[in-house]
């Protein structure tokens, strides 16, 4: 078991989580000033500022800051307008997964207005997603990136990367309970909670945006876990609304969009040593001994496959139950999908790339620590990805990674005649398409929908008539699955024109592959 522990801590969920922790030695941020407050029921409030930053079209608003539940409840947010008649434009959540990855790193290394170079200037992006939406990033569960229940002040060791109390202090940090959150289920409660208030505080903060506006739900890699137990919990609190049984504003929910999603650890652990030899780039990542041992860690009695369905069966409201989940995912994280990190000598991120791969610049933490930046944001937090770990313990520790509740919460949510989205790049491997694909296979939703969805053809994803391929889609009954050629984990990184148009067709009601009607 301890062998077990050690594995989970050397790959500490990398799932989306930057590799830098480092902050700028600028020391203690300065409190934020002139902020703009909108008070809500309940001592809720909205604390924001309109930050000038990163969108740069003429006329187009964006406001970052905090929407605040109480004094523990901190959720920081970014809502940037869409770049095209915002009143008549749906609204989109994104959300990064992890368990500990902000959604700024989908924001800035994605579908956001813009990147960050090397120079750390922002780079305007013509292919962010508010060309279509409104957009709303939360950093999620509470603690991830400047999210937080409290502050404090402490000293940040480089060299182990963490956070420690010390007498002169150089910065200030989210003081964080890793298990207040620890599993998705906790989160989708939270997450409805601040979704309200921002509904709630929608008219002043931005009135030309309406509450009734189409409310899309996207995300990606371990928000494959958050998205369709969100959404499915954003539905019953819409149907207890309406029949008097809550109170609060009915969310009118719209698509449904999962990026290089872990949807269904069982389906997917497999893939951990099928897709490093059986991959769309004919690479051969292991040899026949390593691959043998991935195999039999998932298939042998009380391997991978065992554990998750120990899991599958427990109480996982008891503190046995947590222990079987979080060993199935040691077992499955390190002796499965381990080997490949440790022998290929390629990415997990991208199978065409060997390490160390020329990646996109490590800016994105040096930016959000400049005081400039901050203090546009309104925020007084350094920022790092130390905390983004905690949060990753705990959700670690509770067994989240095993849970058997995701897939069926995407059936539930494709019985609902929501559209349903799932996107994975051809190269990643960490959530790659192949598992991807048997998890779509696998679904079952009412109606006999899924038949349709069986006996579609695969299309090619074209930009345009008579364009070049960029991927194929099979989309049917409610369900569109989109393989899109040469894309690592992050679609919006690696093609980020493809990412666009497959969202943008998705919330508009066209099909994927051409833009058609559907």
């Known amino acids: ?44 409030e909205i604390r924001y500022k309109e930050p000038g930053l990163c969108e740069t079209t003429p006329g187009v608003k964006s406001y970052s800051g905090y929407i605040s539940l109480n004094a523990t409840t901190n ?63 939360l950093s999620q569960p509470l603690g991830v990136g400047f999210s937080y229940q409290k502050k404090k002040l402490g000293c940040y060791d480089k060299e182990t990367k963490k956070w420690k109390d010390c007498s002169h202090p150089n910065g200030r940090r989210a003081d964080i309970d890793p298990y207040a959150y620890d599993t998705t289920e906790k989160a989708a409660v939270a997450a409805w909670d601040v979704v309200q208030a921002f509904f709630a505080g929608l ?198 990674f095993a849970y058997p509740i995701f897939r069926a919460a995407l059936e539930e949510v494709l019985g609902y005649g929501t559209r349903v989205v799932l996107v994975h790049g051809d190269a990643d491997f960490t959530c790659n398409w192949r598992g991807g694909e048997e998890v779509a296979r696998s679904l079952r939703w009412g109606g006999g929908k899924e038949g349709l969805w069986r006996v579609a053809a695969e299309e090619d994803v074209l930009l345009s008539a008579g364009g070049e391929k960029k991927g194929v889609v099979r989309e049917g009954g409610g369900l569109a699955f989109v393989r899109v050629d040469q894309s690592g984990h992050q679609v919006s990184f690696f093609q980020s024109e493809v990412a666009q148009t497959v969202f943008a067709r998705s919330v508009q009601a066209k099909r994927v592959g051409d833009g058609g009607r559907l």
Request: charged content about 20%; proline content about 6%; some cysteine.
């Open 1 to 44: 078991m301890i062998f077990f522990w050690l594995m989970t801590l050397l790959l500490l969920f990398t799932f989306g989580v930057p590799d830098s922790t480092r902050i700028l030695d600028q020391g203690i941020p300065q409190e934020p000033t002139d902020l703009k407050v909108i008070k809500l029921p309940k001592g809720a």
């Open 203 to 400: 008219p002043k903060l931005n009135p030309t945006i309406s509450k009734d506006a189409e409310f899309n739900m996207w995300g990606e890699s371990y928000a494959g876990h958050y998205i369709p137990v969100f959404y499915r919990y954003f539905y019953d609190q819409n149907r207890a609304i309406a029949n008097g049984t809550a109170k609060g504003t009915q969310v009118k929910l719209g698509t449904l969009g999962i990026i290089s999603g872990l949807i269904d650890a069982k389906i997917q652990s497999k893939w951990y040593y099928e897709f490093p030899v059986n991959n769309t780039y004919g690479i051969k990542a292991v040899n026949d001994t390593i691959y043998t041992f991935m195999k039999q860690a998932y298939e042998f009695p009380n391997g991978c496959r065992d554990a998750i369905e120990a899991c599958e069966q427990a109480d996982r409201e008891s503190q046995h139950g947590r222990i079987l989940c979080s060993s199935a995912l040691s077992i499955c994280r390190g002796l499965v999908r381990g080997p490949y990190e440790s022998f290929s000598g390629r990415s997990v991120y991208d199978i065409r790339c060997r390490t160390p791969c020329p990646d996109r610049p490590p800016t994105l933490i040096r930016y959000l620590n400049r005081a400039r930046i901050q203090r546009a944001l309104g925020v007084d937090l350094n920022y790092t990805t130390a905390e983004n770990s905690i949060v990753a313990r705990g959700l670690g520790d509770s067994g989240d």
């Open 75 to 137: 959720m920081f947010f970014w809502f940037f307008e869409a770049r095209d008649k915002p009143q008549d434009a749906p609204i989109t959540l994104w959300l990064n997964g992890g368990p500990g990855a902000d959604s700024l790193l989908g924001l800035f290394q994605g579908n956001g207005p813009c990147s960050i170079d090397k120079d750390l200037k922002e780079i305007y992006n013509k292919y962010s997603w508010n060309n279509h939406s409104n957009m709303l990033y």
